[in-house]
């Protein structure tokens, strides 16, 4: 079992930056890939950014450039920096993290772009 707590989303005007944070709690030992995705009203959830145990990173083509992902295995916390944001960039942001066996999810955190 693993717990995902969410943090730093927030309300801001186009060209402004956040940083989200997501720390992981219980059985983190098995913690491989942890990353972000997000979902805005009537689409599919996508993929923002992940980060593997080696350093491995992927990011979604219209955040490159602008957002970063970082991790800190001994606090088992994952973080993204989200710099010159975009109203497209609104949406519920969902901290995920891989472990053995399935998949766990954060409870997301609303990020609202403004023009």
């Known amino acids: 079992q693993v717990e995902l707590v969410e943090s730093g989303g927030g309300l801001v005007q186009a060209g402004g930056s956040l940083r989200l944070s997501c720390a992981a709690s219980?059985?983190?030992?098995?913690?491989?890939?942890m990353g972000w995705y997000r979902q805005a009203p009537g689409k599919q959830r996508e993929l923002v950014a992940t980060?593997?145990?080696?350093?491995?990173?992927i990011y979604e083509d219209s955040v490159k450039g602008r957002f970063t992902i970082s991790r800190d295995n001994a606090k088992n916390s994952v973080a993204l920096q989200m710099n010159n944001l975009k109203p497209e960039d609104t949406a519920v942001y969902y901290c995920?993290?891989?472990?053995?066996?399935?998949?766990?999810w954060g409870q997301g955190t609303q990020v609202t772009v403004s023009s």
């Open positions: 995920a993290v891989r472990g053995r066996f399935r998949v766990y």
């Open positions: 219980g059985s983190t030992f098995s913690i491989d890939a």
């Open positions: 980060i593997t145990s080696s350093a491995r990173i």
